[in-house]
């Protein structure tokens, strides 16, 4: 919807800055058709073609699915680096082999967290994970990963989704995979600060 709106917003801007470059005057009401039709099209276009580095993947929390990723992406060659709240999620025997994956970076991975409790976060630390601390000053909500290996750089951003439907609710995480190279800069300038503080 927000991306409609922008859309909307854009199209609009288009056609008040283009109407006196061409020097035609158009109704109000034309002005909105065409600037709802930019917005359709514009909306379509960003829906149609996708950036050709981004992937989304809709995972239902606590399946063998969901273990199965996350276990998978931390096997990738390189470093990791994650940001989140915590690694309680990480708990329990069903998660143990994302657990051993990044046990077996050791070193290489970087997990910044607000809540450093639990034996998860001891146990990686025996191993030389290195986990730092968020300052309660930092309000960020999200949650991402990044891979860095050589120049090849890759970032998961995690959202959690509710569904709803007939016989029962479930809920999914949504991980956009990128390689977008503004995303991965920002995500790494963020926690080169927090390593830096």
Not at 97 to 105: D, G, H, P
Not at 143 to 149: M, N, P, R, V
Request: charged share 20%.
């Amino acid at each position: 919807m927000l991306q409609f709106l922008s859309s909307a917003a854009l199209g609009w801007t288009l056609v008040v800055v283009v109407e006196p470059l061409i020097g035609i005057t158009v109704d109000l009401w034309l002005r909105s058709i065409v600037a709802l039709v930019i917005a359709v099209l514009y909306t379509l276009l960003l829906h149609w073609v996708r950036d050709p580095g981004t992937v989304r993947h809709q995972i239902p929390k606590n399946s063998k699915k969901f273990v199965d990723f996350y276990a998978d992406w931390y096997k990738r060659d390189g470093h990791v680096h994650m940001y989140c709240q915590d690694l309680h999620w990480l708990q329990g025997p069903e998660y143990a082999s994302i657990v051993e994956q990044l046990r077996l970076k050791g070193p290489q991975a970087h997990i910044y967290l607000r809540d450093l409790s639990g034996t998860v976060v001891s146990g990686l630390q025996d191993h030389g994970v290195q986990v730092f601390e968020v300052p309660p000053s930092v309000k960020i909500a999200v949650k991402f990963s990044l891979l860095t290996e050589d120049d090849h750089r890759v970032l998961i951003i995690r959202s959690k989704v509710k569904r709803s439907g007939m016989r029962r609710k479930t809920d999914h995480e949504e991980v956009l995979e990128t390689q977008d190279s503004y995303l991965i800069d920002l995500a790494s300038e963020f926690l080169s600060s927090l390593s830096a503080s």
